[in-house]
């Protein structure tokens, strides 16, 4: 397909049936994972998303850990694997 610019982070193609492709700009780096990287619990719910999407972490883990100190968190802090077995 012949890609051209379409708004300003995406691109649009017409496909030969006759309907219009639009997609991302720049192909994410990478995808999400299906479980948390910090409580290892599944990822299944839109909070999630939203939640990895800006801390890299599950809801549960963005509301308890993330959230309530950003900066720490930001500057490279994570809980203790004991503090997270007990939560």
Do not use: T
Request: aromatic share 14%; glycine share 2%.
């Amino acid at each position: 397909m012949d890609w051209k610019p379409y708004l300003k982070d995406r691109l649009i193609a017409e496909h030969r049936a006759g309907f219009y492709v639009i997609k991302p700009k720049y192909e994410l780096s990478q995808s999400q994972p299906v479980f948390c990287p910090l409580c290892e619990r599944i990822m299944n719910s839109h909070y999630d998303n939203e939640a990895y999407e800006k801390f890299c972490v599950c809801d549960l883990c963005s509301s308890k850990w993330a959230r309530p100190d950003p900066a720490r968190w930001e500057s490279g802090w994570r809980p203790a694997k004991e503090d997270l077995i007990k939560s």
